[in-house]
C-alpha cells in the first residue's frame, strides 16, 4: 500500500484521524545523517595511516638515481679513483589545492530552530562527506570531477602515465615529479612494467610473480589493491577444499572450533593486506610499499574551514572547507600494477 506522505507529516492509514495527527503529533527523528550515497575508500584509509605534513611552497625530495663507482679493491701504492659523481637528482612536486563549498540559505537556518537536529550540523557533515568522496576519486583519477588540476594519482605513479585509460599496460612514459620518464636517462624514475594477465583471471602465483617483482630483500609492499569482483576472484583461490584443509583442518584444537567460511580478519597474501576499492577501474589490482608511496599534507591548509560569509544580495551563508596535499611516491619501482580478467 502506497502511503504518499513524507517527512514530517503523519501517514494514513494507519492514522485515522489524518489532519489532527499531522497537527498535533511529531515524529521521531533519528539523531543521525543515514549516508546512502558516499562510499569509503580502503585506499584512502589505508594510505592516510602513513601520511605526513610538510611546509614549504613546494615538495622537493632527494633521490640517489645512480651508484657512485669509485672505489673497490686495491693494492699497495695503487693510484686511487677520486672523480666526483653528481648522484643526487632533485624530485619537485607541487601541491594541489581541493575545496567543498558548504551553502545555506538564512531563511532555512530561521525555520530550523528548535527542531530535532541543527541544519548547519548536518550540511556540514554532508559536505564532509562529499568532499572525502573527490578525495578517493582522486587517488585514483576517477570520474567524475578529475581535472588535470589532481594530485598526482596511482595510475600516474605506478602505471602507464594515462589515468584516464588505466588498462594501457606499456611502461610509463609521462613526467612526473618534474623527472620526464620517457627520457632513457631517467630510466630509475620508471615503475616496473605491468603485468598482464588477460587471458585468465588472478592466481596465486600471477600475483606472486608481480609482488617478487617489487619485493627486493626484507622490503616488501604491505598493501594490494584491487576492484571488488577481481578482489572476490582472488580471495577465493585460497578457499577451496584442499587449501582449507591445511590451513584450518590440520589441528586437533581447530577441529573443536566453528568452521570458517573466509578470513576472520584481513586477507593477507604474503605479508600484504588485500583491500578491495571502489573506486578502482575494473580488472585491475595495484601492489604497493607504503613505506614509500604515501599522501603529504601541508598544515597551512589541513581541512581549513573558513568562517561563514553572506554574499552580497543574497540571503545565503556560505563557507568553504579546503585542503593543500599531494600523493608522493620516493621509489616508483616498489609498485606494480596488474592487469586481471
Known sequence: MSYGVFGTGINAPPAVLAST???ITQKAIEPVLADNVMMP???????CRKGKTFKGGELIYPLLFVEELTGGAYVGAQLLNTTVTDSIQPANQVWRDYYEAI???????????????DIIQMKVEAASSSFLQKLSRALFHTTPQNTANDIDDIESWIGSGVPSTPTILTIATNTIAGIDRSQPANSFWQ????QSTTATA???TIMDTAYATVKLGYDEPDLILGDRTRYVNFKAAFMGASTSYFARYGENMQDREAVQAGFRYHFLFNNAVVLDD??????????INTKYMHPVFHPGSYFRLTPWLRPTNQDVITSQMFLTWQLEDLAPRMGIKVLSA
Open 21 to 23: 495527527m499531522a497537527a
Open 41 to 47: 575508500s580502503s585506499t584512502f584509509w589505508a594510505l
Open 103 to 117: 551553502s545555506i540559505p538564512v531563511t532555512d537556518v530561521i525555520r530550523n530552530a528548535g527542531s530535532g537536529l
Open 191 to 194: 615503475p616496473p612494467t605491468p
Open 202 to 204: 588472478i592466481t596465486g
Open 278 to 287: 571502489p573506486f578502482i577501474a575494473a580488472n585491475l589490482f595495484y601492489i
